[in-house]
Structures are given as C-alpha cells and as structure tokens.
C-alpha cells in the first residue's frame, strides 16, 4: 500500500466551529511544507466552501493563488493573532493579524458560511479571504 498524505488531510465536519476552521487552516500554513510541499495549501483548500473552489479554481491553482504576495505571508507565518470571531446566523467573520517570517504584520478577515447541502451539510467552510489595512486602533 503507498502512503499518500492527502488521505491524511483533515476535513470539514458539522461540529467545528467557525474560529476552529480558521486555526486549523492557519497553522496548516504556517507548515505549509510538512509531510510534504504545499501540504498546508491543501489543507486550506479542504476547507474553502463549494463556492470558493469554483472562484479559486482546482488545488493547483488554489496553491499558486496563496503563493501570490497578498496571500503568501501566511506561508510559515512565525506569530499570529485571533481577532474575536463574529457569527451571523450562518456566516461568520475573524480578522487574523499574522507577523511573517519576513517580519511584515498583514491582516486578513476570514469569511466562513455553515454549508446547505451536502457533503458538507452543517460544515462551517471558508468563503474568502481578504488582505485588509488596518490601524492598530481599529482592532
């Protein structure tokens, strides 16, 4: 039997919560290359919502779209900050404030929805991300 480590990507299920999707997919990226290279990539990508595949493309295109400079600082951020998560009904937003390894500090607001229908009815999923500029103040 070979090992192939996306059998090991973890999954959307009904009982994370919104901020829980948002930390798994961080710290996935922040060893974006362990087991292997872009491993973090796809598991972010396991939890971008239908409709945010459709916009972002299949896994290849997705990794090169987070390797783009807006999104590549959460590539092995070294530091990050949770803003509180605000939950709507069925969708919900965090700012994440994330120091780089470079050393910039970026800010990002997450935009999750809880799914309709299935394979991911009752899952919170990633809808999009959004580099922002943000004074200190306004965290």
């Known amino acids: 039997m070979n090992f192939n480590a996306d059998d090991l990507l973890p999954q959307p299920i009904p009982e ?6 948002v930390k798994i997919q961080l710290e996935a990226l922040q ?3 362990d087991p292997e ?3 973090g990539i796809r598991v972010a990508f396991q939890f971008a919502s239908p409709a945010n595949r459709v916009a ?10 987070v390797k783009n400079p807006i999104y590549a600082p959460m590539l092995n951020w070294v530091g990050v900050e949770y803003g509180p998560i605000n939950v709507m009904d069925t969708e919900a937003q965090q700012i ?28 919170w999923m990633t809808d999009n991300v959004l580099r922002i500029d943000l004074d200190e103040n306004d965290l």
């Open 16 to 21: 994370l919560p919104p901020q829980m999707v």
């Open 31 to 33: 060893k974006n290359d």
């Open 37 to 39: 290279p872009d491993y």
């Open 56 to 65: 972002t493309g299949p896994v290849d295109r997705f990794i090169q779209l």
């Open 96 to 123: 994440v404030t994330i120091m780089s390894a470079e050393g910039e500090t970026i800010h990002y607001v997450f935009t999750l929805s809880r799914q309709k229908l299935p394979p991911y009815m009752g899952c």
